[in-house]
């Protein structure tokens, strides 16, 4: 949330000036979980606890056919050893994206507590009952938000958007079970590598990376752990 509304002087906001002395408290191989999912939990429930805001906020970089990228926040769903699974609409541009080439990044910025985790893989839409359990669970104006927005595409103006929701909130009072819209859903990202940063002093940051190996189920798949330079 924005503190104030005074417009801080251009020399307060050279990023070339901007330095941050970060934890030396590193990251080792000896420390890191088995699987990229248990370290997940862990950096995720440090950063749940640790006082972030909204930590399951995290930046999905797409690239349609061309290779073109395009990047935008969403939050982060539920994740588990399949992968990690966020929810949108189906005709907004990601969407359409990732149906012409399903490679993915994610990117949580933890900056706060000097830590990035670097999701890589593949997106495949959720099965619809899943879909349909997590929209359920929403509050009730954000199932209707779901069916008011046309996502990606460009609206007239703000008065076309409060009208739809109107028509909808009409169409579906409150109290009454609100369909889940076929126009919207999850995505899973199956996870081909995880890298987990942790800044250190000195620019001699710790990045150990998980990166998949073997093929499809549980049994085949293992994963090798490399460190890169900072
Ligand atoms: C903190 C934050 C959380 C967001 N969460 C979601 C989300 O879970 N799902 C979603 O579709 N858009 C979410 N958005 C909006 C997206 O950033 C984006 O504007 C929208 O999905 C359309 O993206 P696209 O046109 O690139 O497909 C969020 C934005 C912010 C800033």
Redesign the pocket.
């Known amino acids: 949330m924005l503190q104030d509304e005074r417009v801080p002087e251009a020399d307060e906001l050279d990023p070339a000036a901007m330095r941050v002395h970060y934890r030396s408290q590193g990251l080792a191989e000896a420390d890191l979980a088995p699987d990229p999912y248990e370290q997940f939990r862990r950096w995720f429930a440090q950063a749940a606890t640790g006082g972030l805001y ?1 930590p399951n ?1 995290m930046v ?1 970089s ?1 690239a349609d056919a061309a290779g073109r990228p ?8 539920g994740y588990d050893e399949r992968g990690f699974v ?4 189906y005709t ?6 990732l149906g012409e080439n399903p490679h993915v990044s994610l990117l949580f910025p933890w900056h706060s507590i000097a830590r990035q985790v670097i999701v890589t893989g593949t997106a495949d839409r959720v099965g619809r009952d899943e879909t349909a359990a997590y929209f359920r669970s929403r509050p009730y104006g954000s199932q209707l938000g779901a069916w008011a927005s046309d ?2 595409a460009t609206v007239a103006g703000r008065a076309q958007l409060d009208d739809s929701y109107a028509e909808l909130a009409a169409r579906y009072p409150e109290g009454e079970p609100v369909p889940v819209p076929p126009g919207w859903g999850g995505f899973r990202v199956r996870a081909e590598s995880v890298e987990f940063w942790q800044g250190r002093e000195n620019r001699l940051h710790d990045r150990l990376r998980y990166v998949r190996e073997g093929g499809r189920g549980a049994a085949a798949e293992g994963w090798r752990v490399e460190r890169l330079w900072p």
Do not use: D, M, P, W
């Open positions: 909204e906020a999905v797409t395009s990047s935008r926040t969403v939050l982060l769903k966020f929810y949108t609409n907004s541009r990601k969407a359409r994206e996502q990606s």
